[in-house]
């Protein structure tokens, strides 16, 4: 299959074109770098294309900065899809973002509505944060010599699992939202980022803070933990770090 990776050189873009190929499939990388600006529309062209993957991320806290991005991207991918007569659209979402009033969640939220109002018919997978995380800018502050990372209970899962997972939803029909992908064990945050930190010599002093307000509650209650009736990951956050490092 011709399958389009929409953020293909991102934290989970990367993997999927990886996996996609190892498959046999083709993939075509929707990315900047490859000359397509998914925000405009620029070189956006689906010709030949079965099914769209759809990863697409900015790094913000402005809800109003997210929705206008992922529906303005989803818009265009849509008019893409009905102009090449693409029958898949699959997106990953995030396991959580409808419990959580915040920036980028907010967003995300606005980017699922559009897909399932979308004229292409859809799969969406809800997965948990990805153990890349940890060395992400967007999971802390940083405050001279100290990281400050919100109070956060998570369930980490490897990048890797989640690509192939996307895959596997994407060659087949689509299904409407399937059941979330978590990965095999709860941590804090702080402490994942902690732990990254020391593996990798950056010394940073990483404090934890209570985010005030319903979004920080919502993080410390647990709502980005994937629940029971989830699909699990099997790489722990420490097998992951080690095979990094």
């Known amino acids: 299959m011709r399958i389009a990776v929409a953020g293909g050189t991102g934290t989970v873009g990367k993997p999927v074109v990886e ?37 697409t991320s900015l790094v913000t806290r402005s809800a109003a900065e997210a929705t206008e991005f992922f529906e303005q991207v989803t818009a265009n991918l849509h008019r893409a899809e009905q102009a090449a007569g693409v029958r898949h659209h699959v997106l990953l979402g995030i396991v959580g973002s409808d419990a959580v009033p915040f920036g980028y969640y907010t967003g995300k939220m606005a980017q699922e509505r559009a897909v399932e109002r979308g004229p292409v018919p859809w799969t969406l997978l809800r997965a948990t944060q990805f153990h890349e995380f940890a060395g992400q800018p967007q999971g802390g502050v940083r405050v001279g010599p100290l990281t400050l990372v919100p109070a956060m209970r998570v369930n980490p899962i490897a990048a890797r699992e989640v690509a192939e997972r996307l895959v596997d939803l994407a060659v087949g029909a689509p299904a409407g ?61 420490a097998e992951w770090l080690e095979m990094r490092t």
């Open 19 to 55: 996996v996609l190929r190892e498959r046999g499939h083709e993939a075509v990388v929707l990315a900047r770098s490859t000359g397509v600006d998914l925000r405009t529309g620029a070189g956006l062209d689906l010709t030949g294309v079965d099914a769209v993957i759809d990863l």
């Open 177 to 237: 939202r399937v059941r979330d992908l978590g990965g095999p064990e709860e941590l804090p945050l702080d402490d994942m980022i902690r732990r990254y930190a020391a593996a990798t010599g950056r010394g940073d002093r990483v404090l934890r803070f209570p985010l005030p307000g319903k979004a920080g509650r919502a993080f410390r209650q647990g709502a980005l933990v994937a629940g029971p009736d989830a699909d699990r990951g099997i790489q722990t956050f």
